[in-house]
C-alpha cells in the first residue's frame, strides 16, 4: 500500500529523508517547493560538484561527501552497503527541461518544462547548500554556447580546458572566465602559432597550468617577469638556458620591485640538471643538499631569497 510520505509525522518523514540515497533526494527535491525545503533543510553533505561543458550538453558528477562517517569493515564487505554506495554517485546530463540521470542502474529521463539548464544547476546547488562548483571543464563548444555558459556558472574553484577545444574558444573562455575562477589549467598549446603568451600570465589567478607534451609552450624572459600568477606549471616550456640565465639575473637586480609568484615550475624539453652552470653564470648562489635533490640558494640585495630546485628537465623556482 502506498505511503504518502509527506503525511507522515515529523520524525519519521525526517528518518525517510535521511534514508534517501542521492539520486532519490534530488528526485524528491523536484516535486515542489516543499520537497525542496525539506530535502535543503537535510543539509545532505557532497562533495563540491564537477562540471563538464560540451556542446548544448552540461554533464555533472554528484558524489557523497568523504568526510562523513566511515562505515566499519563489516559494511563494507556487505553487498547491499556497496549497492547502496553505488547509488550514492550520481552523474547527470543537463538540457533545457529535462536532465538525464545514471545512478548506477541505467540511464532515466526527468522533464521539467520550466528549467533552463542555469535552473537546473541552481536547484543543485541550493539543496546541497553548496555556492561554489569546483571544476569546470571546457569540450569544444561554439562561442554563443560560451556566452550561455557565463551566464549560469558561479564562482568556481578550477577551470580546465581540454585538448579538444578549439585555440580560439579556449582564449575567449579564458579572458571570460578568469575572474570567476581560483585556477586554471589548458591542456593544449592554444599559442602554437603566437610568440607571445604574456597576456595569459597576467591575471591575479592562485594557479595556471598549461599542459602540452606534443608542443611546447615558447617563453622568454620577459614572458617570467611578467607574471602575476601565484602558481605557475608549464609542461613542457620551450626556454633557452640563456632566457633562464637572463631571467635570474634581471630577478636579482630588482631590489624595490614587487613579484607575485610563488612558485614556477617548468618542465624543460632538454635534460637541465647537465645545463645549469650555463643557466647560473655569473651569479652568486649558495649549494643547498636535499636528500638526492639539487637545491640552490640565491640571495639579492634587498635581503630576499630565491629558492631553486633541480630535478633532471624540471626546474622549480620558488620565491619569497
Given at each position: 500500500m502506498p505511503v504518502r510520505l509527506l503525511s507522515l509525522p515529523v520524525e519519521d518523514l525526517q528518518y525517510a529523508l535521511e534514508c534517501m540515497n542521492v539520486g532519490d533526494l534530488i528526485a524528491f527535491s523536484l516535486c515542489s517547493k516543499r520537497t525542496k525545503h525539506l530535502a535543503k533543510s537535510l543539509n545532505r553533505k557532497i562533495d563540491t560538484p564537477s562540471v563538464y561543458v560540451s556542446e548544448n550538453c552540461i554533464g555533472i558528477d554528484i558524489l557523497p561527501d568523504d568526510c562523513q562517517e566511515l562505515p566499519d569493515d563489516e559494511d563494507l564487505e556487505d553487498p547491499d552497503f556497496q549497492d547502496f554506495q553505488d547509488n550514492e554517485n550520481v552523474s547527470l546530463e543537463l538540457f533545457d527541461s529535462s536532465i538525464n540521470i545514471d545512478r548506477g542502474n541505467g540511464v532515466e529521463e526527468w522533464r521539467k518544462p520550466e528549467f533552463t539548464q542555469g535552473d537546473w544547476i541552481a536547484h543543485l546547488l541550493s539543496i546541497f547548500n553548496e555556492t561554489m562548483i569546483y571544476a569546470l571543464e571546457i569540450d569544444d563548444i561554439s562561442l554563443p554556447y560560451l556566452d550561455t555558459v557565463k551566464e549560469f556558472i558561479?564562482?568556481?574553484?578550477?577551470?580546465?580546458?581540454?585538448?579538444?577545444?578549439?585555440?580560439?574558444?579556449?582564449?575567449?573562455?579564458?579572458?571570460?572566465?578568469?575572474?570567476?575562477?581560483?585556477?586554471?589549467?589548458?591542456?593544449?598549446?592554444?599559442?602554437?602559432?603566437?610568440?607571445?603568451?604574456?597576456?595569459?600570465?597576467?591575471?591575479?589567478?592562485?594557479?595556471?597550468?598549461?599542459?602540452?607534451?606534443?608542443?611546447?609552450?615558447?617563453?622568454?624572459?620577459?614572458?617570467?617577469?611578467?607574471?602575476?600568477?601565484?602558481?605557475?606549471?608549464?609542461?613542457?616550456?620551450?626556454?633557452?638556458?640563456?632566457?633562464?640565465?637572463?631571467?635570474?639575473?634581471?630577478?636579482?637586480?630588482?631590489?624595490?620591485?614587487?613579484?607575485?609568484?610563488?612558485?614556477?615550475?617548468?618542465?624543460?624539453?632538454?635534460?637541465?640538471?647537465?645545463?645549469?652552470?650555463?643557466?647560473?653564470?655569473?651569479?652568486?648562489?649558495e649549494f643547498v643538499e636535499e636528500d638526492d635533490d639539487f637545491q640552490f640558494r640565491m640571495r639579492r640585495g634587498d635581503g630576499k631569497e630565491l629558492m631553486v630546485h633541480i630535478e633532471d628537465n624540471l626546474i622549480i623556482f620558488n620565491f619569497p
Open positions: 558561479p564562482k568556481c574553484q578550477k577551470l580546465r580546458i581540454n585538448s579538444f577545444c578549439s585555440d580560439d574558444v579556449a582564449k575567449i573562455a579564458f579572458h571570460k572566465l578568469f575572474p570567476l575562477i581560483e585556477e586554471v589549467e589548458i591542456e593544449k598549446n592554444i599559442f602554437a602559432n603566437e610568440i607571445d603568451i604574456s597576456q595569459f600570465l597576467t591575471p591575479n589567478l592562485r594557479s595556471l597550468s598549461f599542459i602540452d607534451f606534443d608542443n611546447p609552450f615558447k617563453l622568454t624572459a620577459d614572458d617570467l617577469l611578467a607574471v602575476k600568477i601565484t602558481k605557475l606549471s608549464v609542461e613542457p616550456a620551450n626556454i633557452t638556458e640563456k632566457e633562464l640565465n637572463r631571467f635570474v639575473k634581471l630577478w636579482m637586480k630588482g631590489n624595490n620591485t614587487f613579484y607575485s609568484p610563488k612558485s614556477i615550475k617548468l618542465t624543460l624539453d632538454y635534460e637541465f640538471r647537465r645545463n645549469r652552470r650555463k643557466v647560473f653564470k655569473g651569479i652568486q648562489y
